[in-house]
C-alpha cells in the first residue's frame, strides 16, 4: 500500500520521522563516521535506537552503511546523494533554530 501525502512537508516529516535522524543526518554532514563515533557525536541515543535509526534510514536510501572485512570488523555509515540532499534542505530550518533557541527554549 502506498502512502498518500498532502504535500511535500508532510513526505519529508515522515522521512525524518522523529528526534533522532535528523540528529544523525547532521553527524554524517561531514564524513563517514563508525558506529562508535557516531553514538559520540548524538548524544543521548541509546545504542538500540541508533541501531534501529540507522537501520531505517538506510532503507530509505538517507545512509550508506560500508562493511569492512579486516580483523576487529569494521562498519562506516555515510550520507548518499539523497541523504546529503536532505541535509541541504534541512540547514535553512537548523538556521532558523539557532537564531530563535532562546525564545523555544523558553517554551519548554
Known amino acids: 500500500m502506498t502512502r498518500t501525502f498532502t504535500c511535500g512537508l508532510d513526505a519529508a516529516i515522515a ?21 562508535g563515533e ?3 557525536a548524538v548524544p543521548g541515543i541509546s545504542e538500540r535506537v541508533l541501531i534501529l535509526q540507522l537501520r531505517e534510514m538506510e532503507a530509505g ?6 562493511a569492512h572485512h579486516q580483523v576487529p570488523p569494521k562498519v562506516e555509515y555515510s550520507l548518499t546523494d539523497f541523504g546529503h540532499s ?5 540547514t535553512p530550518l537548523g538556521e532558523w533554530g539557532e537564531e530563535h533557541m532562546e525564545r523555544i527554549r523558553s517554551l519548554f
Do not use: D, S, Y
Open 38 to 40: 557516531l553514538r559520540r
Open 86 to 90: 536532505l541535509n541541504t534542505a534541512m
Open 15 to 35: 522521512l525524518m520521522g522523529g528526534k533522532w535522524k535528523g540528529l544523525i543526518l547532521f553527524a554524517l554532514q561531514e564524513g563517514p563516521l563508525r558506529f
Open 61 to 66: 536510501g538517507l545512509v550508506h552503511r560500508e
